[in-house]
């Protein structure tokens, strides 16, 4: 064995040895020259003389916990010339320099000009200038280099040698004041400064909570998630973990390689010869219809002679274990004919590929006469990155056959009746045949509200040939490829406004990448068309839906459901209508706010509108706008190369499924003798505390405690035709459903009730007389939205939720790093039924959003990333897409649920609470943007700039034009994006 020993010398020689020596070691990013039997055995850092300074760099997508995009490790020793050789007694040069990066090349590399700019040369802004020239010798990302980000990589070099030199610059300043002169104006001290994350902080403010404990006030009261305790301790089972029957067989699917082509062969021949594996099976062993589809029926559950894109599924094949199957999934041949890709929305406008059965458009007003009234008229393009839902159970299903074709399917879903559906359909069975079950999903966001069903048919084929258990589990890369993502969209409008920022007219056209298949595209746009006026009340306005048929995966429901790309578009015009007029955002935008009695653009009267309390609450929370906002800019003036910003974002969002039918909810619930009750409802627990919910209605309106309610899994044999867990609405229509059942029950029990009188007598007696005199102690429970009309109606939702935040941020103007210094948010959540579960849905709706909007970028193999496969995605895992971490959250964080709102429309007054803090996350994304106006405010550059979302730190840093940046890029640089 040979081992390795490293030395970084204590002199230039023999620390550039050293470093050729790891040089050759190194050779790409995780590979070694290293033989397998040898090791590195050791590592030698000296410390440190006087007047040498050493100094690491590292900025990545996310501070905490990633891979650099480009890091470096820097090294200056200085010295002290004598007068006899500089005739100045005071200079100091550059004795010995080692500078080296990595994340701009092959390999790390050591920058040999640099040094050599470096040595021999006073420690000074001329010294710097010419290293900085340098230096683009040795770093030259080029446009088509593997990784992108030229501009930004190339900027981040020359950022971090800045760094270094003012580091230095400050360290001999405080080490030698009498003998070294700064060449440093006193506010650039800031490039040299970390961030400091103090421990977090957080308080919430809500309702006062109910005290009784018998079981007559359980609605309102601060209960934990019920599984939380298996949760945390890791028994909480979900699919992957149930026990399987005996004979299972697991599942793994071939997939298409290109993003569009013919399919010329299928070749399982090799895969099937393989000991252990039981079959391949493909199109033309479906028995039943080999389409699905929630609204269309345009997808294909495996293909038959078309791809339209990377990951659709060709066919499964099944063995004895998953390790075997995928092995054998991975030597089926399939030979393809390429077709021209479509991949980005840019792409599907030029080529004129768009659903055409779908045009939707809301008006109000007159345009004409808006835009006539203008004093100014402005037009822009909006982009808007899509966003993994990156739940942490991927999907997953087992399909269970029986006798006389009776079936349980077991899936990770939001939907338990659409696999009955679409399985049924596929097998061609009837649906009284197949029993879905879904004790509790991993997250699923809207994920798994459709896009779990393809995956569940596809696995469903094998068991019905075979008549043996089949189990699919996605593995993370897998899911991320094939499932979809929240809808990427483009906005162009057009918007009139007066000299004192009033909109009169405002016209927009929104484009989404629906995908392959039209999935929920339609009903996401529906969403997205009714929430482009924010909160804002426009006289004239006209919003038009485009789909962009695409060649990825079909993009699907994701927390909001096209409502967040609504809302921003709205932000994104009134923010840049204040920019051009040089006004106060918050001073432009609240005169637009909506107030009682208003009507929408699409025709619903605002009934109990609490925009403008949670609009001034969170302002009075936060210590006052004007006072925060002085603060920002004192802290501003003093420091060159860190800015803060603040911002205020209002949300408003509607409540209820736009297709009317969906608007329903069934629960079952059994009174036993012994006093306990089991609910069976037609939602599905994914995390968001909906069956802890469903216990306080039940527990309150029958008179027992929580403890005493049992919430079942939720299965189709139990409540039948559920519409899916979506929409925020589940609470709404599953809390009347059960409240429902438990008053038909209670009504039951009431004449054991009055005959008690005034005596003590607990529930369980009453149950068991009731059970003796033979009364029904089970019930179905059901309940309709009254009123609302669906998309096209004057009512398409129950009613609106409310809220606002106010975030400040810092950030490193050098670098694109920031941190979230403070959020306040004040949130409209009617009466709340779990005050503790709804502030966490805020809280966590919030994060969501802010990662959505400020670090969570999809690159997809698209003309914007030739270095990408065509059509494959290149973030499909942890390691290259970055969700915020806790590390991530505000340092300060306040809640306050808006009291004294009770909201009449749904169970005990409450309201939703799932999707409408998610926009709430765009303060941050304004809060950055206002950093960066800051920013190039000091660059000498003023006016509105565009900053697409996500505002990742490549968008920040580049935005934050200067003179390290002008030398490789344009200051109105964007850099390129999936889209």
């Not at 001290?189 to 018998?214: C, I, K, W």
């Not at 009613?799 to 920031?818: K, M, N, P, Q, S």
Request: some cysteine.
């Amino acid at each position: 064995m040979i081992q390795y020993v490293v030395l970084l010398g204590v002199d230039a020689l023999s620390l550039w040895q050293a470093c050729q020596e790891l040089a050759v070691l190194l050779l790409l990013f995780r590979k070694t020259a290293m033989a397998p039997d040898e090791v590195l055995l050791s590592v030698h850092i000296p410390f440190t003389r006087v007047t040498e300074f050493t100094k690491e760099y590292k900025q990545s997508p996310r501070r905490d916990d990633d891979i650099a995009i480009v890091n470096a490790g820097m090294r200056v020793r200085l010295e002290r010339r004598t007068a006899s050789q500089s005739g100045d007694g005071n200079e100091w040069v550059v004795a010995e320099a080692g500078i080296a990066y990595g994340g701009v090349a092959a390999k790390s590399i050591m920058a040999d000009k640099t040094m050599a700019a470096l040595l021999g040369r006073p420690w000074n802004q001329v010294t710097l200038s010419g290293s900085l020239a340098a230096l683009k010798s040795d770093v030259a990302v080029g446009p088509n280099a593997p990784g992108g980000r030229s501009e930004y990589r190339n900027s981040l070099a020359a950022s971090f040698l800045f760094k270094f030199f003012v580091h230095v610059t400050l360290a001999m300043k405080a080490q030698h004041p009498d003998t070294f002169t700064p060449q440093l104006p006193d506010d650039y001290a800031s490039a040299a400064t970390q961030f400091q994350r103090p421990p977090v902080q957080g308080v919430q403010f809500h309702h006062p909570v109910p005290e009784a404990a018998d079981g007559s006030a359980e609605v309102g009261k601060d209960y934990r998630h019920m599984s939380a305790d298996l949760q945390v301790s890791g028994q909480a089972q979900y699919t992957d973990d149930i026990l399987l029957p005996p004979n299972t067989l697991h599942a793994a699917f071939v997939t298409s390689t290109r993003p569009h082509a013919r399919l010329l062969s299928i070749d399982a021949s090799a895969a099937v010869a393989m000991p252990g594996v039981v079959g391949y099976f493909g199109a033309d062993d479906v028995p039943g219809d080999n389409m699905i589809g929630p609204i269309m029926h345009d997808e294909e559950v495996f293909a038959t002679q078309e791809v339209t894109c990377v990951g659709q599924i060709i066919g499964v094949v099944v063995a004895e274990t998953e390790p075997l199957a995928r092995r054998a999934a991975k030597a089926v041949q399939v030979t393809y004919e390429d077709l021209p890709a479509v991949i980005s929305i840019e792409d599907a406008i030029a080529a004129g590929s768009f659903y055409q059965a779908y045009g939707n458009l809301l008006q109000t007003g007159d345009l004409h006469t808006g835009f006539a009234d203008a004093d100014h008229i402005l037009e822009g393009i909006i982009r808007l990155g899509g966003q993994e839902h990156f739940y942490l159970e991927p999907h997953g299903c087992i399909v269970v056959p029986a006798e006389n074709d009776e079936y349980t399917l077991i899936a990770s879903t939001q939907a338990p009746n659409k696999h009955q559906v679409y399985v049924a359909s596929t097998l061609g069975l009837p649906q009284h045949k197949l029993v879905c079950k879904t004790k509790r999903i991993g997250g699923g966001f809207g994920g798994k509200e459709t896009r779990s069903v393809f995956i569940h048919c596809a696995a469903a084929v094998p068991a019905y040939h075979l008549r043996r258990p089949v189990k699919a589990i996605l593995d993370r890369d897998e899911d991320m490829q094939m499932t979809g993502t929240r809808h990427p969209f483009l906005a162009k409008y057009k918007v009139g406004f007066t000299k004192v920022g009033k909109v009169t007219a405002l016209d927009v056209d929104l484009y989404s990448n629906a995908g392959n298949s039209w999935d929920l595209s339609s009903a996401v746009m529906d969403r997205a068309l009714m929430h482009a006026d924010g909160v804002y009340k426009f006289p004239n306005q006209c919003v038009k839906g485009h789909l962009c048929r695409t060649n990825i995966a079909s993009n699907t429901a994701f927390r909001g459901f096209g409502g967040p790309q609504g809302l921003m578009v709205a932000e994104l015009v009134m923010e840049r209508i204040a920019a051009h007029l040089g006004l106060d955002p918050i001073a432009q935008r609240r005169p637009h706010l909506y107030r009682e009695g208003e009507t929408t653009h699409f025709g619903m009267v605002m009934e109990g509108c609490q925009v403008v309390p949670c609009w001034e609450g969170v302002q009075q929370q936060a210590g006052g706008w004007q006072q925060r906002r002085a603060d920002v800019q004192q802290f501003n003036k003093q420091h060159r190369w860190r800015k803060r910003g603040l911002a205020l974002t209002p949300t408003k969002f509607g409540i209820a499924f736009t297709k009317l039918t969906y608007n329903q909810g069934g629960a079952l619930v059994h009174v036993y003798t012994d006093g306990t009750v089991l609910v069976t409802h037609g939602g599905v627990e994914m995390g968001q505390g909906l069956h802890t919910k469903m216990a306080q209605v039940a527990a309150q309106e029958l008179g027992v405690p929580v403890s005493a309610v049992f919430i079942a899994e939720t299965s189709t044999d139990k409540v039948p035709n559920a519409s899916p867990t979506a929409g925020s609405a589940s609470t709404d229509l599953y809390g009347m459903a059960v409240l429902d059942a438990c008053r038909q029950i209670k009504d039951r029990l009431q004449p054991y009730r009055s005959a008690a009188g005034g005596k003590e007598w607990g529930f369980a007696a009453m149950v068991n007389q009731a059970y003796i005199d033979r009364v029904d102690l089970s019930a179905h429970g059901f309940y309709a939205t009254p009123e609302i009309t669906g998309f096209g109606g004057s009512r398409p939702f129950n009613y609106f939720v409310f809220g606002a935040a106010i975030a400040e941020v810092e950030l490193d103007t050098l670098t694109g790093d920031w941190q979230l210094l403070r959020t306040d948010i004040v949130m409209d959540v009617g009466n709340p039924i779990n005050p503790a579960i709804d502030i966490g849905q805020i809280e966590g709706g919030f994060v969501q959003g802010m990662g959505w909007l400020c670090l969570e970028e999809m690159i997809w193999g698209d003309k914007a990333h030739p270095w990408v496969r065509s059509g494959h995605l290149f973030t499909k895992g942890p390691g290259t897409y970055k969700i915020p971490t806790a590390n991530d959250i505000p340092i300060d964080f306040r809640v306050t649920l808006l009291q004294n709102t009770p909201n009449p429309r749904a169970v005990h007054s409450s309201k939703a609470v799932g999707e409408p803090p998610f926009h709430l996350g765009a303060s941050v994304f304004f809060a950055l943007k206002d950093a960066v106006y800051a920013a190039r405010e000091a660059a000498g550059l003023k006016g509105w700039f565009d900053l697409d979302a996500p505002a990742t730190p490549e968008r920040l840093r580049m935005a934050c034009a200067d003179e390290i940046t002008q030398g490789y890029a344009a200051d109105n640089l964007q850099p390129l994006m999936s889209c």
